[in-house]
């Protein structure tokens, strides 16, 4: 007994203490593990707020920019008014100037810089000396070439931006003034406040985040208690601005935390997560493994410890990795159209030649469509992974819709010299019932690719048949077959995925997101089909997909089919004259607006303007002859296309129960189309807008 005593105490000493060392190493690495995630995931916090912000910059930058140089030519034309017809120096003159013009204020100083008449009479007699606001103009006085254009600032109670121009007399001495109120810059800072950026930032359960100005103001909170509060008298900060070391601790709203921070510019940028909560998460993990050690031994602990690293982090970090990838991708892929339009645009304004000029618009063309599927397939991916696509089942011809999606891939394909050959059954019905939108764009994809991975010089077979179904309806059948690279079976089981391709040199050899694959497989599903591939290295691949189909059973006659449907059918550009005419444009933006005039200016048609669905309806209202069609947006402020289009059509008018309304927009979804013809809307124009497809609504209706 004794002698078991001696020898299984210290074996029982030994492995306790063995037990136990392993579980506080265990315990500490898992701390450290855990310290070194967090601070990772507060550094790329910090990165992601910090290029926000400096995106917000540059936009706002670019913004500031155009909108000097459009209300200095405001100021200007009203120079010119003033100067041809002096008569227009009354108040009544001078306020219907600046409603032409879209100005809000209008001032006009003597020699002396004394304001002498505008559109806001209580100011006359003011002296652009006596304010700080007016007299930065005063050097106008002294330099008639110069100009001035005021940074915009917050006016009013709704804090609506507001800006004043001003420029010189044209040849009387004095300074022409107009005030602008700047509500695209307003939207835009809306739209891009840093602090929507960080509202849904959480680190850990109950970390966050903080923007602090020049000033050590907090300009963003994602917990909202700090907002508005200078911190510059805290400690803390104090080291912040002096550089100090990181991490650090500080204390937020009276509660520990630890924090990372970053500069960008003169901004601050603060990420952090309660001690206590981070604690909690160390202590919690070293206590775990003691008590794992103490009962499960060594080799239960090498077994947990295979099981997280190889089970938790790898697939982790594989998918950060993936998505790292991907993102790396995407950037490429939509900054190499961002430089040729960038690039072209300066080469076309640079440029005094004309064939120079178009071949630099021609390029911007390419590369904006370029970008615009880019955007799509993004978009698409989106919707997909919120799981908010939705199907909407339509009557096509079969036919026409391999002939588009043929049609948008030959131009590609006669460039690689590549031979194509399209089979289709004669057994399908000419007229079929499926989500004809979604079909073309697996079908595409798929022809897509083939092309993309397919040599110079060689083929691809485009097929397509019906088999008949249990109870009603049809299969259909579509497969895509080419002699291009071959994928290997290791890199099929990835083709499939969101944010994968084949290899990892995929997209730097040839291109492309990665989505087009994941789209097409989540469309097929939710169609109630099945999509695979079959492929041999070396020997080229079959993409092929099945999906049930309904067809118009024999006698039943089709829907009448949307005009313009069928490919092939060009514009031809003759009688393009629409003198006579005049067309409502209900558009929001300004830019739009001047698209719209500016495509349509060789057709010779009137085109009267509404900046929001109100201001449409009562032009409309008030002279229903006068209109033979209108363009309608759909987002605009005070009434949306939506509201608009019901008001007109409930007019007593009759004329305006038959006014076609064309919606203009950037909702291109089936269902956005859908919605406009339940309001009353005729027909559908998908923005960015194509001047072939306006011209054959214009035809069409006008016609």
Same mark, same amino acid.
């Given at each position: 007994?004794?002698?078991?005593?001696?020898?299984?105490?210290?074996?029982?000493?030994?492995?306790?203490?063995?037990?136990?060392?392993?579980?506080?190493?265990?315990?500490?690495?898992?701390?450290?593990?855990?310290?070194?995630?967090?601070?990772?995931?507060?550094?790329?916090?910090?990165?992601?707020?910090?290029?926000?912000?400096?995106?917000?910059?540059?936009?706002?930058?670019?913004?500031?920019?155009?909108?000097?140089?459009?209300?200095?030519?405001?100021?200007?034309?009203?120079?010119?008014?003033?100067?041809?017809?002096?008569?227009?120096? !009354? @108040? /009544?003159?001078?306020?219907?100037?600046? *409603? =032409? %013009?879209?100005?809000? $204020?209008?001032?006009?100083?003597?020699?002396?810089?004394?304001?002498?008449?505008?559109?806001?009479?209580?100011?006359?007699?003011?002296?652009?000396? !006596? @304010? /700080?606001?007016?007299?930065?103009?005063? *050097? =106008? %006085?002294?330099?008639? $070439?110069?100009?001035?254009?005021?940074?915009?600032?917050?006016?009013?109670?709704?804090?609506?931006?507001?800006?004043?121009?001003?420029?010189?007399?044209?040849?009387?001495?004095?300074?022409?003034?107009?005030? =602008?109120?700047?509500?695209?810059?307003?939207?835009?800072?809306?739209?891009?406040?840093?602090?929507?950026?960080?509202?849904?930032?959480?680190?850990?359960?109950?970390?966050?985040?903080?923007?602090?100005?020049?000033?050590?103001?907090?300009?963003?909170?994602?917990?909202?208690?700090?907002?508005?509060?200078?911190?510059?008298?805290?400690?803390?900060?104090?080291?912040?601005?002096?550089?100090?070391?990181?991490?650090?601790?500080?204390?937020?709203?009276?509660?520990?935390?630890?924090?990372?921070?970053?500069?960008?510019?003169?901004?601050?940028?603060?990420?952090?997560?309660?001690?206590?909560?981070?604690?909690?998460?160390?202590?919690?993990?070293?206590?775990?493994?003691?008590?794992?050690?103490?009962?499960?031994?060594?080799?239960?602990?090498?077994?947990?410890?295979?099981?997280?690293?190889?089970?938790?982090?790898?697939?982790?970090?594989?998918?950060?990795?993936?998505?790292?990838?991907?993102?790396?991708?995407?950037?490429?892929?939509?900054?190499?159209?961002?430089?040729?339009?960038?690039?072209?645009?300066?080469?076309?304004?640079?440029?005094?030649?004309?064939?120079?000029?178009?071949?630099?618009?021609?390029?911007?063309?390419?590369?904006?469509?370029?970008?615009?599927?880019?955007?799509?397939?993004?978009?698409?991916?989106?919707?997909?992974?919120?799981?908010?696509?939705?199907?909407?089942?339509?009557?096509?011809?079969?036919?026409?819709?391999?002939?588009?999606?043929?049609?948008?891939?030959?131009?590609?394909?006669?460039?690689?010299?590549?031979?194509?050959?399209?089979?289709?059954?004669?057994?399908?019905?000419?007229?079929?019932?499926?989500?004809?939108?979604?079909?073309?764009?697996?079908?595409?994809?798929?022809?897509?690719?083939?092309?993309?991975?397919?040599?110079?010089?060689?083929?691809?077979?485009?097929?397509?048949?019906?088999?008949?179904?249990?109870?009603?309806?049809?299969?259909?059948?579509?497969?895509?077959?080419?002699?291009?690279?071959?994928?290997?079976?290791?890199?099929?089981?990835?083709?499939?995925?969101?944010?994968?391709?084949?290899?990892?040199?995929?997209?730097?050899?040839?291109?492309?997101?990665?989505?087009?694959?994941?789209?097409?497989?989540?469309?097929?599903?939710?169609?109630?089909?099945?999509?695979?591939?079959?492929?041999?290295?070396?020997?080229?691949?079959?993409?092929?997909?099945?999906?049930?189909?309904?067809?118009?059973?024999?006698?039943?006659?089709?829907?009448?089919?949307?005009?313009?449907?069928?490919?092939?059918?060009?514009?031809?550009?003759?009688?393009?004259?629409?003198?006579?005419?005049?067309?409502?444009?209900?558009?929001?933006?300004?830019?739009?607006?001047?698209?719209?005039?500016?495509?349509?200016?060789?057709?010779?048609?009137?085109?009267?303007?509404?900046?929001?669905?109100?201001?449409?309806?009562?032009?409309?209202?008030?002279?229903?002859?006068?209109?033979?069609?209108?363009?309608?947006?759909?987002?605009?402020?005070?009434?949306?296309?939506?509201?608009?289009?019901?008001?007109?059509?409930?007019?007593?008018?009759?004329?305006?129960?038959?006014?076609?309304?064309?919606?203009?927009?950037?909702?291109?979804?089936?269902?956005?189309?859908?919605?406009?013809?339940?309001?009353?809307?005729?027909?559908?124009?998908?923005?960015?807008?194509?001047?072939?497809?306006?011209?054959?609504?214009?035809?069409?209706?006008?016609?």
């Amino acid at each position: 007994m004794r002698i078991r005593v001696k020898v299984i105490v210290p074996i029982v000493v030994v492995m306790l203490i063995a037990f136990v060392s392993v579980s506080v190493i265990t315990g500490l690495s898992a701390r450290t593990t855990v310290s070194k995630l967090v601070v990772s995931h507060m550094n790329d916090v910090l990165t992601t707020i910090d290029k926000q912000l400096r995106l917000t910059e540059r936009i706002e930058a670019i913004t500031l920019e155009e909108m000097d140089k459009k209300n200095i030519g405001l100021a200007h034309s009203l120079s010119a008014l003033i100067a041809a017809d002096e008569t227009n120096l !009354t @108040t /009544e003159n001078m306020t219907r100037l600046a *409603e =032409i %013009l879209g100005v809000d $204020e209008v001032y006009v100083t003597d020699e002396n810089g004394v304001i002498r008449w505008g559109n806001t009479p209580q100011f006359f007699g003011l002296d652009f000396h !006596t @304010t /700080e606001q007016t007299e930065p103009f005063l *050097e =106008i %006085l002294e330099d008639p $070439e110069a100009e001035l254009a005021q940074v915009p600032t917050p006016r009013g109670a709704d804090g609506a931006m507001f800006q004043y121009v001003g420029v010189s007399r044209l040849g009387s001495p004095g300074i022409v003034q107009v005030g =602008i109120a700047i509500s695209t810059l307003n939207k835009i800072q809306n739209s891009m406040s840093i602090q929507h950026v960080i509202d849904n930032i959480v680190i850990a359960q109950s970390g966050g985040a903080l923007v602090l100005d020049e000033n050590q103001t907090v300009i963003a909170d994602s917990r909202k208690m700090l907002k508005g509060v200078n911190l510059s008298e805290e400690a803390w900060v104090k080291k912040i601005v002096a550089g100090g070391e990181m991490p650090f601790n500080f204390e937020y709203v009276k509660q520990p935390v630890r924090g990372q921070y970053q500069k960008s510019g003169d901004t601050i940028i603060v990420t952090y997560i309660p001690t206590e909560e981070l604690n909690k998460y160390t202590t919690s993990l070293a206590s775990i493994a003691l008590f794992v050690g103490l009962l499960g031994a060594i080799l239960l602990s090498a077994f947990l410890y295979v099981i997280i690293t190889r089970g938790v982090l790898t697939p982790l970090e594989e998918a950060s990795h993936a998505k790292s990838n991907f993102l790396s991708n995407m950037s490429h892929e939509m900054r190499t159209p961002m430089n040729a339009i960038i690039g072209m645009a300066t080469i076309g304004k640079a440029s005094e030649d004309p064939a120079r000029k178009d071949y630099a618009f021609d390029k911007i063309d390419d590369a904006s469509t370029h970008l615009l599927g880019i955007i799509n397939d993004v978009l698409d991916m989106s919707k997909i992974e919120a799981n908010k696509i939705e199907l909407s089942l339509a009557e096509f011809n079969f036919g026409n819709l391999i002939e588009k999606v043929v049609e948008v891939s030959n131009y590609r394909v006669e460039e690689k010299n590549q031979m194509l050959t399209v089979r289709v059954g004669s057994e399908i019905p000419e007229v079929l019932l499926a989500d004809d939108q979604r079909l073309s764009q697996v079908i595409s994809n798929l022809l897509s690719n083939a092309v993309k991975f397919t040599p110079d010089g060689g083929e691809i077979i485009l097929e397509a048949h019906t088999e008949k179904a249990q109870g009603e309806g049809l299969t259909l059948h579509v497969s895509v077959k080419d002699n291009g690279i071959g994928i290997s079976e290791e890199q099929q089981k990835l083709l499939f995925s969101s944010f994968q391709q084949a290899e990892a040199n995929t997209n730097r050899k040839f291109g492309g997101t990665g989505l087009g694959l994941a789209i097409s497989k989540r469309i097929v599903e939710l169609m109630g089909g099945r999509i695979w591939i079959k492929s041999v290295i070396g020997e080229g691949s079959t993409f092929a997909f099945e999906v049930p189909v309904r067809y118009l059973a024999e006698g039943e006659k089709p829907a009448e089919l949307p005009e313009n449907e069928a490919v092939g059918e060009v514009h031809d550009g003759k009688d393009d004259d629409f003198s006579g005419y005049c067309i409502l444009l209900a558009e929001d933006i300004e830019i739009n607006r001047e698209i719209v005039k500016a495509l349509l200016e060789p057709t010779n048609i009137t085109i009267d303007c509404a900046e929001n669905g109100e201001v449409a309806v009562r032009m409309y209202g008030e002279n229903p002859s006068r209109y033979s069609l209108i363009f309608m947006d759909l987002q605009m402020p005070e009434m949306d296309g939506f509201e608009a289009t019901k008001h007109i059509r409930a007019m007593d008018d009759p004329l305006a129960k038959q006014v076609p309304i064309i919606a203009m927009t950037a909702n291109v979804f089936r269902s956005d189309i859908d919605s406009c013809l339940e309001v009353g809307m005729n027909d559908h124009l998908g923005k960015p807008l194509n001047m072939e497809a306006m011209l054959m609504k214009l035809h069409k209706y006008l016609a």
